[in-house]
């Protein structure tokens, strides 16, 4: 976080590291005062997150060091800049002015390494991971003390946690740890630990991440760190999303307050989310509303601020050029010229390669779908034909078998004969069926109920209840047709795995929802196991518009599928 001490502790670092006193001539003096006084404005401009001031007079001090050639100082400013940039969501614009710094930066010190750290922060908040990890690794490199390496090397833990390598982020963060240097700095400790839980959680390992993750809240609210509290609240809120909902509120909530207080609108954002994700109907509307406002007002005010950054930069370059060159008025407006030239060139060629991006873009997805198309018509064709090989060859086979080898004469031999035809004709009515569109309108429940008809046999009973009191005109196409596809693959994988002899297929009208009981006494399985059976693609599908589908199976006691859809 930009928030964290470590970021504090780096700026009050810089500030005691502007020790570069070269000796200046007398007429210098007076700019060196009017420098100093503009930087220790920004900082107290800084501290009170007055932030365009604060931005302003770091760029004012930068100016007036540059006329003296105070390279330590200019690199301070413009460090104090771009942090905050950062700060502001200006990750781009952060980049350009660190990049205007390393020309000062001879050595390998402080300075180097801070500005390696914010490349990395930057990178990272535009998921340019690999080049975040780069950074982070060269601001280590320049650390000159260990205590200062610690917060790099988290960072690089937290990178390969947002790209789920989390083997290499419990690596890093237990190394950390372990050392005893970090026990000087308790809040840097509180949020090490607060991602090794994190990236355990992630690992798996539950128990071991949520121990951590509480030792770690509990830290941060006794040495009152309440950025830290947010984000160990938030942790846990994602910790608890799909295990204990009303916990996962808890957290949820007290990080949007603290959030709220301290005006931190990004955890705001990602504590709403968990709220929407986790509560009522009622409240999702209460809170998507707060999120779509936060967001909307986030971009207004960093758009402003971004624009308010160039236009003090723009400001300060055209005044510098100006003082420099006030005894040529004509070279002046001969550079306003080029520089209006440069501009519509540049402006030029960015609407050309706009065009052609989105000329790419168009044809690229133009292909994407044509190819999704044609695979679907692959895997359609693919899955027919292994349905027909399966189920349809070894009876046209017999069939063939029994008109060459048995007298047809016999009456007893032709319904024999009949008999085998109307099996085969049945078994491709039901892998047309499987495969063919769907009617949603008025013929919906008899067709549905027709194709789970299918699946009866000599040695297998379906009973379906109550699908006549549901109104299904209360739900759209899209539900229609899921419940008819889940369904469907249940009693595929009934007929494939579970072998059971009785399936009931039970509807219900609950308030606004309907309710399908799916029950078979199958040999069922371990419920570990279901995904590997096939079934995720129907808790994707129930998912998708907004239902919940249970799974209840244990080895050789049956199958049993409980879904719950709104209407």
Known sequence: MLRSPFFYFLVFTFFLSCKEEAKKPIDNELIQKEALNFRQTGIKSYESKDYNTAFYNFNKS????ESIKDSANIVFNLIQMASV??????????????????????????????????????????????????????????????????????????????QKEYDKAIHILESILDKKIIDEDPASKARITDNLGFAYFKKGWREKGLLLMQRSLESKNKIDDPYGYIESNLHLSEYYLKTDIEKSIQHAQHAYDIATKFNSIDERLKALSFLIYNDSEIKNKEYAQKYIFLNDSIIKVRNNFKNKFAKIKYDSKKEKDENQKLRLEKAENLLSLQEAKYQKIVAGIGILFLVIVIIILIRYYSNKSRIDKIKTAYDTETRIAKDIHDELANDVFNAITFTQTQPLESKDKKDTLIQKLDHIYTRVRGISRENNNIDTGTNYSDNLKETLYTYNSDSRNILISNIEKVNWDDFDETKKVTIYRVLQELMVNMKKHSHASVVVVKFNNIQKNICIDYTDNGK????????????????????AIKGTIIFDTEPDKGFKVKIILPK
């Open 524 to 543: 069922g399985c371990d419920k570990n196991k279901i995904i590997k059976n096939g079934l995720q693609n129907m808790e994707n599908r129930i998912h």
């Open 85 to 162: 940039q950062q700060i502001n969501g200006d990750y781009y614009g952060s980049k350009g002015t660190l990049t205007e710094a390393l020309p000062y930066v001879k050595n390998k010190n402080i300075y180097s390494a801070s500005i390696n750290n914010f490349f990395g922060i930057a990178d990272k908040e535009l998921s340019l991971y690999q080049d975040a990890i780069f950074y982070y690794k060269e601001a280590i490199k320049d650390c000159t003390d260990e205590i200062s390496k610690q917060s790099p090397l988290n960072n690089i833990a937290v990178v390969y946690i947002e």
């Open 62 to 65: 930068k100016v007036a060091f």
